[in-house]
């Protein structure tokens, strides 16, 4: 039997998968965004001369393209949470390791102090909350938990 609680956890869930993949598919547009943007994007983050060499272009466009792939997969699991449960507990500790990781490299790289931080530690605290939300939403028998849409 679900309790208003649990309801709202579900709610709240689904609201923040769906916010979250709002904003990581606009990776796609970064994906084929002309070089000369990319250029100015990090002269503008004060990271030098942009090195416009094949590895660089490639892995750039292929990280947005993942980011991208990821929102989508978001939007999917959103829709039904309670179906999905297996997976977003996955997204969501592979969000929280990979913020982990990603700061750490961010710090390894020298990135700018505020992308630093706005990328690793909000992905992983993303994870963490999601985490939590899905413990909330329910038990882990998806016929004991309505769906929240």
Same mark, same amino acid.
């Given at each position: 039997?679900?309790?208003? /609680?649990?309801?709202?956890?579900?709610?709240?869930?689904?609201?923040?998968?769906?916010?979250?993949? /709002?904003?990581?598919?606009?990776?796609?547009?970064?994906?084929?965004?002309?070089?000369?943007?990319?250029?100015?994007?990090?002269?503008?983050?004060?990271?030098?001369?942009?090195?416009?060499?094949?590895?660089?272009?490639?892995?750039?466009?292929?990280?947005?393209?993942?980011?991208?792939?990821?929102? @989508?997969?978001?939007? @999917?699991?959103?829709?039904?949470?309670?179906?999905?449960?297996?997976?977003?507990?996955?997204?969501?500790?592979?969000?929280?390791?990979?913020?982990?990781?990603?700061?750490?490299?961010?710090?390894?790289?020298?990135?700018?102090?505020?992308?630093?931080?706005?990328?690793?530690?909000?992905?992983?605290?993303?994870?963490?909350?999601?985490?939590?939300?899905?413990?909330?939403?329910?038990?882990?028998?998806?016929?004991?938990?309505?769906?929240?849409?």
């Amino acid at each position: 039997m679900n309790d208003g /609680s649990t309801d709202f956890h579900q709610r709240l869930l689904v609201v923040l998968l769906r916010l979250a993949g /709002s904003v990581i598919v606009l990776a796609f547009l970064a994906m084929i965004m002309p070089t000369s943007w990319m250029a100015i994007t990090h002269r503008g983050l004060g990271l030098g001369a942009f090195p416009e060499t094949p590895i660089v272009d490639y892995l750039s466009r292929s990280i947005c393209g993942l980011y991208g792939f990821h929102g @989508v997969l978001l939007f @999917v699991i959103s829709s039904d949470p309670v179906r999905y449960r297996s997976i977003v507990r996955y997204v969501a500790l592979m969000d929280l390791l990979a913020g982990l990781f990603v700061t750490i490299i961010d710090l390894h790289a020298g990135m700018p102090l505020l992308w630093t931080l706005m990328e690793g530690p909000s992905t992983a605290a993303f994870g963490v909350v999601i985490l939590y939300l899905l413990k909330r939403a329910g038990s882990d028998d998806p016929a004991s938990i309505r769906s929240a849409h």
